[in-house]
């Protein structure tokens, strides 16, 4: 049974730095994207950046390049997450998610992906 978990989110301040955790377990390998998503309150899910299957070059939303950088890690089956220069705007859940059958077309998009983590809390005051 695939599983992902997230860790990492706290409270910071404007201008802080942040790295979130997505250990996947179940048979995620190297055969399945991995992706970034976060929700902000009132608003769908978004997406961040996503390393997709037997792909070590990442891609970003355009509104995500600059200040977060996403890596991998096959050998722990760990997606990462480091952000800086954290605004506000950037308080929300974020969410891991993977799926095996990602495509280049569909992969921004939140319905393309099976497997879910329960998400962590970000937030960032002013």
């Known amino acids: 049974q695939v599983q992902l978990v997230e860790s990492g989110g706290g409270l910071v301040q404007t201008g802080d730095s942040l790295r979130l955790s997505c250990v996947g377990s179940?048979?995620?390998?190297?055969?399945?994207?991995m992706a970034w998503f976060r929700r902000t309150p009132g608003k769908e899910r978004e997406f961040v950046a996503v390393?997709?299957?037997?792909?070590?070059?990442?891609i970003y939303a355009d509104s995500m390049k600059g200040r977060f950088t996403v890596s991998r890690d096959n050998t722990k089956n760990t997606l990462y997450l480091q952000m800086s220069s954290l605004e506000p705007e950037d308080t929300a859940v974020y969410y891991c998610?993977?799926?095996?059958?990602?495509?280049?077309?569909?992969?921004?998009?939140?319905?393309?992906?099976?497997?879910w983590g329960q998400g962590t809390q970000v937030t960032v005051s002013s």
């Open positions: 998610a993977a799926s095996s059958t990602i495509i280049s077309s569909t992969m921004r998009l939140p319905g393309s992906y099976a497997y």
């Open positions: 179940g048979g995620i390998g190297r055969n399945y994207a």
């Open positions: 390393f997709r299957a037997f792909n070590s070059n990442p």
